[in-house]
């Protein structure tokens, strides 16, 4: 899970942020109520609140896990190039779920 800031009020780019929480008030446990975070593009600091961040997926786990599973069972030849590339793609879709469902929790918090 990967957390962002939509657009900077000055540029109207998006702003990834580099470090991460299970939901909004976890965020401002950890990190206060308001943010003074700098954005990469035009170099304007703004202030955020926990409200101005959201999340989202990071990666498509199911396709990499395919890919390496298929990798590995190469070295069994054709039906293991098939066992390792279903096993790995089921376990990187459970990893793509848990991911969904922590997007879910963090975005609907408040």
Do not use: W
């Not at 939509?6 to 470090?19: A, E, G, K």
């Not at 030849?77 to 390792?84: F, H, K, R, S, Y």
């Amino acid at each position: 899970m990967r957390l962002y800031i939509p657009r900077c009020p000055y540029c109207q780019s998006r702003i990834n942020l580099s470090f991460t929480a299970a939901d909004r008030q976890s965020l401002r446990y950890s990190y206060g109520h308001s943010f003074h975070i700098k954005c990469p593009t035009c170099q304007n600091t703004g202030i955020y609140h926990a409200g101005n961040i959201y999340a989202e997926k990071t990666t498509n786990s199911a396709a990499g896990g395919g890919a390496l599973g298929g990798v590995v069972g190469l070295l069994g030849g054709p039906i293991g190039l098939l066992i390792g590339a279903s096993l790995g793609a089921l376990i990187g879709s459970t990893s793509d779920d848990e991911d969904k469902q922590k997007v879910n929790r963090f975005n609907s918090s408040f």
